[in-house]
């Protein structure tokens, strides 16, 4: 046993530097985190009051549907039925508080649509998916589909989706 603590010295000076950093890291601890951290899990609980505050940028699809009907019938019964208005064209609450000072966004179809449907492994299978080259060139998507509801056809013979 005495052969186990003959370098006494070195154990105390490791465990003094564990120490040592066990002090430094508390003390860190208590400077960086803030003193709400954790009330909600692995969370700030300030955080919440800092998104109350922040100004509204969506305005949700009840909103829409007051002025824009005719869109809302139009994708009944359609793929894109379920579908937020602002999931495509971007937030909109400035738009509904006054129409007439922002333009909702009209989204370019060759790069919108390409973000859900173009083939990806990670998609399940039967989720309507193509390659976009091969499905249209450099046609736009709304040349031949309907956006809001892209199994209507529109102008002739809809392509559909491969998969």
Known sequence: MGALFGHREHL???????AAGLVVFLFLQALLVPQDFGVYGHYRAG???DNRARPL???GRSTCVEC???VQEAAKGG???KIGCEACHGPLARHAEDPSTTKA????SRVLCRRCHATNVARPVRFPQIDPEEHA???ACVTCHTAHNPGAEKGGENKGATR
Not at 12 to 18: Q, T
């Open 137 to 139: 060139g450099k046609e």
């Open 57 to 59: 940028a969506h305005a």
């Open 47 to 49: 955080a919440l009051d």
């Open 68 to 70: 824009h009907t005719d």
């Open 79 to 81: 793929r894109h039925e």
């Open 12 to 18: 105390v000076r490791v465990a003094a530097l564990f």
């Open 105 to 108: 966004v009209r989204p370019d």
